[in-house]
């Protein structure tokens, strides 16, 4: 099966983006939020936002490609 580019945009470019991005941006500074580094808040913070990211990938458009799981006796 072939996802849509939304798809794909959402569930993997996002994160990929924002990490790496996060990685140039924050590398180099001495913030601290809640005690630790920016740089380490931050990929922390992109372990939930990646698993929002895939759900609503598959939520709004992957979901009508699977048939529902049917339970049979």
């Known amino acids: 099966m072939i996802r849509s580019w939304p798809s794909l945009l959402i569930g993997l470019g996002i994160p990929v983006i924002a990490v790496l991005g996060g990685i140039v941006a924050f590398a ?5 939020v809640f005690g630790i580094p920016l740089l380490f808040f931050w990929i922390f913070l992109w372990f939930p936002l990646t698993s929002l990211c895939l ?5 709004f458009f992957d979901r009508q490609a699977y048939p529902s799981d049917v339970v049979s006796s």
């Open 28 to 32: 180099d500074t001495s913030v601290f």
């Open 55 to 59: 759900w609503i990938s598959w939520h």
